[in-house]
């Protein structure tokens, strides 16, 4: 089984819906990154969290890790088509020299935002 | 600040060959890791340098292997290829001002025939 599982797998939404997308660990994550990518090109960027509770927004993109940092989740407002995309969470399991470097990823959440 | 960039975009090659390719990450930054990224196993972690010292691999034949130069360019290697190691290859880069975030380059495309 997946370390990391993320869902929905696919999430298709009207523009202007709200959406929300998880993942969960069985392991205590150590850092927590959500990632865009368009289909065969690298990944983009968007958020890292690091401590339990720990809230970050940026524009419309909203990802919370929660208290006992085995869950996070990715929130988006009023989506529009550029939104479209896979979301993949990506997180450092395990402390110390065993995470040097390593994300462990989810399988992805492909978003399709109909206008 | 120029982004991470890795090269070629696209390579095809024959089974058996062998293939080498190319990171170059943000400046500044001194980690860098390698990525797969496939269908069917998604994304998997390859190996992670910093400071030309291979810190963490990941569960991959030895045939993949990698060095990092005193620049901070890595560059992997993946000798006798087989059809199932046709793949998306990203890398990314970490460890400049900002912290422990990874940047990712736009991947190489290889693809075995």
């Known amino acids: 089984s997946q370390e990391l599982e993320q869902s929905p797998q696919s999430l298709i939404v009207q523009e202007g819906k709200n959406l929300t997308i998880n993942c969960t660990s069985s392991?205590?994550?150590?850092?927590l990154y959500w990632y865009k990518q368009k289909y065969g090109e690298g990944l983009i960027f968007l958020m890292m969290?690091?401590?339990?509770?720990e809230e970050k927004s940026h524009e419309k993109i909203t990802a919370k890790l929660d208290e006992k940092k085995q869950q996070s989740s990715l929130h988006i407002t009023a989506s529009q088509p550029s939104h479209a995309g896979i979301y993949l969470c990506?997180?450092?399991?395990?402390?110390?020299?065993?995470?040097?470097?390593?994300?462990?990823f989810g399988q992805g959440t492909i978003l399709t935002v109909h206008p | 600040k120029a982004g991470v960039t890795q090269t070629p975009r696209y390579l095809i090659k024959t089974r058996g060959q062998q293939v080498t390719l190319s990171c170059s990450p943000i400046s500044g930054h001194r980690s860098v890791s390698w990525y797969q990224q496939t269908p069917g196993q998604g994304l998997q972690f390859l190996f992670e340098?910093?400071?030309?010292?291979?810190?963490n691999k990941g569960n991959f034949p030895g045939r993949f292997s990698g060095r990092q130069f005193s620049n901070s360019r890595s560059e992997m290697n993946v000798s006798t290829l087989e059809l199932g190691d046709s793949a998306l290859y990203l890398c990314a880069s970490s460890g400049g001002q900002g912290g422990y975030e990874q940047y990712f380059g736009p991947g190489t495309r290889l693809t075995v025939t």
């Open positions: 969290l690091q401590k339990g509770g």
């Open positions: 392991k205590t994550l150590y850092g």
């Open positions: 340098y910093f400071s030309e010292t291979q810190r």
């Open positions: 990506g997180a450092e399991i395990g402390a110390g020299g065993t995470s040097y470097g390593k994300l462990t």
